[in-house]
């Protein structure tokens, strides 16, 4: 073929410019809303009074109480890590070798909590361990403001992660390796020890990797559960700014935890790395069958224990709360203004929330997949795959820190958006486009590239294509992801709490806000709003269920 051809030439031309067309807009996005916000985090904690001066850095990391932050943040976040994974590795054995009825509906029983917001999740052990709770009432024992009561909230949150990161890769490694090792005269334990766990071991230390993140990030559940002797960092950023208003300060606290997310997630792509290429794995479906014998059987009801115990109590003694006044009192004292905090009825907060979350969808669904069909070109410069590892970057950076950027950084014209209603969403469209990029980008990269370079010999124009080619194809990927940054978007709380204006409150944001007041009224109505937003996130998780195939969307 003579490449020098016009229209092969042509053709070549209006592939690169289809190829930068698709990128610009993902790119702009996040240049705009997310590295500029961060950035003036970055010349906000280093430049004073015009000057830089990087030693701010050692003056607030020299401080006690800054120290104390730290140190609670990592050791929590290291303890939180090794609980989940004691409580939770058992259930991964059992979902992953063991066949009982009803296994399908308790796997999404178990994955409910992670899509949990952190504010329904620190409510419910709210009602479970705190004033009033269930432990107050039957034993006296209140544990809230306690380090106990943080680490199981945040081994209910995380429960998922282990048992589907870690279960999903044991029952796909194969059991005759084990027993062969059985029959040579190895125990039971040994055989486990020399044989499944080494293979186990990268999965096991991505999914400790993950739990850490999440827990060295948390902010809604120590918020919520620490009361005022806990803090981590995403905590203290908060009270630095909405409190002290030493921006200064949380500046620097936000660079240091955006190093130390950066490393987490370098280790942890690392060891993704790893799992993905020294397996060798085989049908999930040989590998697994009904217990046998009364140790097996014992900890398949032990699993269920703890699955019942430590999972469904807290959310149901969180409903049975917000049920205690008569005549649905909680729930109908939702629908006046109380004047003080709320400007409005705080129901109106579930209006606000669908709407905010409903314009995120929107913009993540744009933004994430014109990002994943610029990946799923062939002809992807190596800029387009490093932006890739770019995409994930707001997973892991903190919400705070997100809200917080927005707060210093767009202030003024032409990006003066402080007092807009767009903030919301944007902030929330942030965490939704990885999940829009991440459930798109398989599909998409399934479909066959010589389908639109006919297409494109033929005169098809690259949105003919895509229109043609990739959406009939990706369509129900596409809701798969709609749903997925709707629900994101639904509970998220570090940003919005920065930015929600007070007369169009967000649901977890009033639930804070209920929270933060004494009275059994503001507490019922927190129970009653943490239920509402338990139900809106459940019935999103059971149309992703019905909408999800085989290997679309997989957690």
Request: net charge positive; glycine share 8%; proline share 5%.
């Amino acid at each position: 073929m003579d490449l020098a051809r016009p229209e092969v030439v042509g053709r070549r031309t209006r592939s690169a410019a289809a190829r930068l067309g698709l990128v610009a807009v993902p790119v702009a996005f996040f240049a705009v809303f997310f590295a500029y916000p961060v950035a003036a985090i970055v010349a906000r904690g280093l430049n004073v009074d015009g000057v830089w001066r990087f030693g701010r850095l050692w003056d607030v990391l020299g401080q006690s109480d800054i120290r104390h932050v730290l140190w609670f943040t990592t050791w929590q976040a290291l303890a939180s890590t090794a609980l989940t994974l004691l409580i939770a590795l058992p259930g991964a054995y059992v979902f992953a070798r063991f066949d009982f009825p009803g296994k399908q509906v308790l796997r999404a029983v178990v994955t409910v909590p992670f899509v949990l917001p952190t504010v329904v999740v620190g409510t419910a052990f709210l009602a479970l361990v705190g004033r009033g709770g269930l432990l107050d009432e039957l034993w006296g024992v209140r544990l809230d403001t306690t380090v106990w009561a943080i680490l199981l909230a945040h081994v209910f949150f995380n429960y998922a992660v282990v048992v589907r990161t870690v279960g999903g890769l044991w029952a796909q490694l194969d059991p005759r390796q084990e027993e062969a090792a059985r029959m040579l005269g190895a125990s039971r334990w040994t055989a486990w020890r020399t044989v499944t766990l080494p293979a186990l071991g990268p999965a096991v230390a991505a999914a400790a990797l993950m739990v850490f993140l999440f827990t060295f990030t948390s902010f809604g559940v120590v918020q919520i559960l620490g009361g005022p002797a806990f803090s981590t960092l995403e905590v203290e950023i908060y009270r630095q700014t909405s409190e002290i208003f030493d921006l200064s300060t949380a500046a620097v606290l936000t660079i240091v935890q955006f190093v130390a997310v950066g490393a987490i997630l370098a280790v942890h792509a690392w060891t993704v790395r790893r799992r993905e290429s020294t397996l060798r794995l085989v049908d999930a479906a040989l590998t697994s069958r009904r217990p046998r014998g009364a140790g097996q059987w014992a900890l398949l009801a032990g699993v269920l224990a703890v699955i019942v115990v430590l999972l469904l109590l807290p959310l149901a003694v969180l409903v049975q709360r917000s049920l205690d006044a008569p005549d649905l009192g909680y729930y109908r004292a939702l629908t006046e203004a109380d004047g003080g905090v709320f400007l409005v009825a705080p129901i109106e907060a579930i209006g606000n929330s669908i709407e905010y979350a409903v314009v995120a969808t929107l913009i993540a669904v744009l933004v994430g997949g014109l990002a994943a069909a610029a990946l799923t070109r062939r002809d992807a410069g190596r800029f387009v795959r490093g932006f890739d590892a770019l995409l994930m970057l707001p997973l892991g950076v903190s919400a705070v820190t997100v809200g917080f950027g927005f707060l210093i950084s767009l202030d003024e014209p032409p990006l003066d958006l402080r007092s807009s209603w767009i903030l919301v969403p944007l902030a929330q469209a942030l965490v939704g486009v990885p999940f829009v990029v991440r459930t798109m980008l398989p599909v998409l990269r399934a479909v066959d590239d010589r389908l639109r370079e006919a297409a494109a010999v033929l005169g098809a124009s690259p949105w003919r294509v895509w229109r043609e080619i990739d959406l009939p194809m990706v369509r129900r990927a596409l809701l798969i992801a709609a749903g997925f940054a709707f629900a994101v978007s639904l509970g998220e709380f570090g940003a919005t709490v920065f930015i929600a204006r007070p007369d169009n409150p967000t649901l977890p944001v009033a639930v804070a806000r209920l929270l933060g007041r004494a009275g059994d009224l503001n507490y019922g109505q927190a129970m009653a709003l943490s239920t509402v937003l338990m139900v809106v996130c459940a019935v999103a998780l059971l149309v992703l269920e019905r909408l999800r195939t085989d290997r679309t969307g997989e957690f």
